[in-house]
């Protein structure tokens, strides 16, 4: 088993403190999606088998929380995020049992493709929080983001997702990754947020590429993600962005320029909102208007209304670091 089975904790702005379990070999997968940060996959496959010993997975995990405790590292989430899609992985069920002898927090991101299979369901049942991938709804659009497995089916993914959302216990999370030219037209994200509507998630995250993807492509602009925004809103109570930035929105430091590009970087806020914290801030339109100018904050319309922004990183694609926060 090497030993890049287990890594982190790392930041997450969605779990905190994260450590990252990766139950797949590079990588396999049963999408070749245009944007993965793992590079184009080599083993596309649908179904499921044993990669790893349970005992032994579990074994590493519970010696790295041992040393991350000794270090005094705190630790929010085990979380499932490996080289290709962990549900592939026949023993993910028996793994996450295993772990809950370490009474923490466990997180599967998956692609949800695999969903509508009973014992796939079963497996994601027993984990705390999931987050599915939901890039988009249409089948021509699925195909050419996500490049599934040819005899996967779009029409049965989500009537496995609607199932799953039906009776899990635990908190459920979307992510979709908005790539330009892609799925980032307004007419495919209205049929992603009407589906989202009726899947009902906790929390549904807007995400653009941060890491050098598969293929050249290019993030949604910040007009088209404030709008997918704006409408994913209408629809479902909490959508944030997750577009590279690990500020952290929820906690004020005092100091009204951080806090406002912490919060934007979130989610856009409103002229009337930013009015009134800067109001609160004891600080006036000249901070904006100053953020504006050093290119940090971006001004959007959408229907009449004022936005504002976090400026996306002029190079969206980060090098290096294999792995950040997810
Ligand atoms: S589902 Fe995840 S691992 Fe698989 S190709 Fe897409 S981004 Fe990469």
Sequence with gaps: MA???????VPSRRLGRSLGINNIPPKRCSY?????????TTDMQIGREAFYEPQELAQRVKDRVKQARERREPIDYLTFVPDGE???DINLGEEIELLRALNMQIAVITNASLLWLKDVKQDLQKADWVSLKVDAVTPRTWRRINRPHKSLKLETIMQGMLNFAETFGG??????MLIRG????????RKVADFLEELRPDKAYLAIPTRPPAERVNPASEQAINAAYQTLSERLSKVEYSIGYEGNAFASTGNAVDDLLSITSVHPMREEAVAEFLKNASTDWGTVQELIDNNNL??????????????????NVKEGGRRVAQ
């Excluded at 070749?32 to 590079?39: A, K, P, T």
């Excluded at 908190?171 to 979709?176: D, G, K, W, Y």
């Excluded at 892609?182 to 994200?189: A, C, H, K, R, S």
Aim: hydrophobic content about 30%; aromatic content about 10%; overall charge negative.
């Design 171 to 176: 908190e459920l999370a979307t992510e979709t």
């Design 182 to 189: 892609v799925n980032d037209d307004i007419g495919e994200v």
């Design 298 to 315: 971006v001004e959007l319309e959408y229907q009449g209304k004022k936005f504002y922004m976090h400026r996306l990183p002029a190079h």
């Design 32 to 40: 070749s999606c245009l944007y993965c940060q793992l590079g184009r």
């Design 3 to 9: 030993n890049s089975i287990i890594y982190g904790p």
């Design 86 to 88: 962990p549900t592939l």
